[in-house]
């Protein structure tokens, strides 16, 4: 990790909020800072590598902030300050009044000075990477070059450190649907932006805006594990594909199952049952085996439901990882991503079997070493695991059963629950509408037609379980074909 540390020399902050300049602005935003160091970064000659570690920090994810939440804030107050020569010495009223000695008069305007004080004077934006050696030293330079930040009177001193100090905790995190506070933060290309803007004799405009909140108090009282382990493998979709839709998840889950045991060999007969799903005498298997778990976009106001990407979810007594990642890297290396040959990719032929198993598209997906640090909050992985008492589906339940007078629909999932490995739920909710948003309703899902016999029903439902279950939860009789995916309810966070 590393992490940038700025301290203000006068133990003040002299910033205005972008939204209300009579009101300061604390915590500091992280792009803020980095126009900081555009900003001395142009004044000190444009320096080529400084430019290559600035161009390399701003593609990286949002950072962690270590600082200060208690401040004071100064009582405000409005100056007077002089604007610049109009080319007449008189105003609307006359005369301008002399400045001081001088008998000449200057226009001058009211203007607030929004002022903190922190109870610490350090803070720090902190990465889970490592700054790349030929990047380091340039780095290290550029930071001190940097001598304010917001206005002249908060001078700094800007700095890279390998750790944060012990009496520095992190007190802000990136998360959107927790946010107390929104921030922000810079982007790739930032660098280019304000230098073109710069040129121009532009103001540059507002950056991306990121949601912080604090970090999440870890506490694994009354927490059931579930079935499956909380460690995903988290594939993001590849620039190139089509697009597809959460509707999608059944025929893109048994694309990859296809894959798999293509890559296992040519008779697909030898297939181990883990792998095919299929016990055999051919009927469906009843062992524990890898489930496929469509990411989708949902649950933010702009949610449409297409997919960012596929995990796959292994179960707690799983003995096969190392054949299953061994199958990830089975590849040759021949592909328009120029993706080598052992790095985890899977290339798909989707096909359709409403439309007589014909080929839709093509779905092109690697993994995600780091998902954590990506920027859209569905493809990290706490998002589908961490413990919550209740949970919501965004891919409806594959009932495993018809309901009927004596057992509804809410009975049968119960027990999908308890099948599934999961407690029994204390109540069950269930809805044809969906209950996240985003996510499509269930009769735009389609089930594979189960050779004359009618498709099993399908229902989104909201799950309350007696006590914080650990995810991921997938339920239904689909569980391991993309149905049934259930996401938690993040206000019920500790």
Known sequence: MFALGVEFLMARAVMTRVDNREEPEWPPHPDRVFMALVAAWGEAGE???QRAALEWLEKLPAP?????????????????VPVNDD???????????????????????????????PASPTFFLRWDVDVPANLRSALERVCGLVTYLGH????????????LPDDAPISL??????ATVRLRIFGPGRTAYLKNRFDASLRPQPSLWQGYAPPREESNADVIEGPFDPGLFVFRELPGNRRYALESCGIIADAIRRELVRRHGP???????????HAADGSPS???????VPLGFVDHEHADGHLLGVAIAVPNDFEHAAELFRLFMAHDGKNSHEIDAGVPYLSMTVRNPHLENREIGQFDLELDE?????????????????????WTTVTPVMLSQFPRRELGTEDVIAKACVDAGYPEPVVVRVSSAPLVRGVPHSRAFHVKPRGGRPPRPLTHAQIEFPVRVRGPVLIGAGRYAGYGVCRPNHEDQP
């Open 47 to 49: 320096d080529t590598d």
């Open 64 to 80: 962690e902030l270590a600082v200060s939440l208690d401040v004071s804030n100064r009582t405000s107050f409005t100056s007077y």
């Open 87 to 117: 080319g007449s010495p008189m105003g609307k009223k006359g005369p301008f009044g002399p400045m001081g000695s001088l008998p000449l008069g200057r226009n001058r305007q009211p203007r607030q000075f929004p002022t903190v004080a």
């Open 152 to 163: 002249s009177a908060s001078p700094v001193r800007m700095w890279v450190a390998d750790q």
């Open 173 to 178: 995190q990136p998360d959107d649907n927790r």
């Open 267 to 277: 008779n697909v007969q030898n297939a181990p049952e883990w792998l095919s799903g």
């Open 286 to 292: 009843k062992l524990s085996r890898p489930a496929y």
């Open 370 to 390: 780091r998902p954590e640090g990506r920027r859209q909050f569905t493809l990290k992985t706490f998002t589908w695991t961490n413990p919550s008492h209740v």
